[in-house]
């Protein structure tokens, strides 16, 4: 378990956002990789709160998939508006037309949410130290570590945030939202708890304040450097 303060002020009830991400969680049983298709999705949620998520007028018979499909992809967007759904915002991952899995920013948004599993917290906060361990133990973050001009190709880019020539717009831009929000949940992790590092049960630090600056700045680094060949890819980041 990882020492540091927890937070107490969460909200009395989670809004239908939040809900989503429950039964994501109650669907993935906060294992990042594990997927689950809408259709689970839309069963755990409508089991948590059938006035919510059922179908008007027949609401403990049968759930209501359209509403959860608007939080998951529409939700926010209007014609020109970019969507604040769940996977716009990086905290679920659609891994093919109907499947998906919660990252691990999402993963810790679930867990601050009141109605998550009293462990859910400590899950949450393992998968998310695993994760940053990985941003930061990366060679081609080593790389630019050592030397600032790095990396000077975007296979090299290409490398750390794991895509391949041919890989679709839209898992490329995924793939570089997840690091986003990772980053960015690590950082409130540490200022939810009024701490500068994230250390495992024995004391050693796992990551500390200024390996997740180092990192943020690298990775808005990345994404200036390879702007055009993000461009040529349409791959579109704001």
Not at 69 to 83: F, L, V
Not at 105 to 111: N, Q, R, S, T, W
Not at 223 to 236: M, N, P, T, Y
């Amino acid at each position: 378990m990882m020492t540091m303060k927890q937070k107490t002020d969460i909200p009395r009830r989670a809004s239908l956002r939040q809900q989503v991400l429950l039964a994501a969680l109650d669907c993935s049983g906060g294992d990042p990789e594990k997927t689950f298709t809408l259709e689970d999705l839309i069963v755990a949620a409508w089991k948590r709160d059938r006035f919510a998520w059922g179908l008007r007028g027949y609401e403990q018979e049968h759930p209501d998939g359209d509403r959860l499909r608007k939080e998951i992809d529409s939700r926010g967007a209007r014609e020109g508006t970019p969507s604040t759904g769940l996977v716009a915002s990086g905290l679920l991952s659609r891994v093919r037309e109907r499947l998906y899995r919660l990252t691990p920013a999402g993963l810790a948004e679930a867990a601050e949410v009141v109605g998550a599993e009293p462990d859910a917290r400590g899950k949450a906060e393992r998968v998310l130290a695993n994760s940053v361990g990985a941003i930061l133990s990366h060679s081609v973050f080593l790389m630019w570590l050592k030397d600032p001009n790095s990396p000077k190709h975007f296979r090299d880019a290409g490398h750390f945030w794991g895509v391949a020539p041919g890989t679709p717009a839209r898992v490329i831009h995924a793939r570089i939202l997840d690091i986003d929000r990772t980053l960015e949940k690590a950082m409130n992790l540490l200022d939810a708890g009024g701490v500068d590092e994230v250390a495992a049960r024995y004391g050693r630090a796992l990551f500390d304040r200024s390996d997740i600056e180092r990192a943020m700045n690298f990775h808005a680094m990345l994404k200036e450097r390879f702007a055009k060949d993000l461009a040529i890819l349409q791959v579109k980041l704001s």
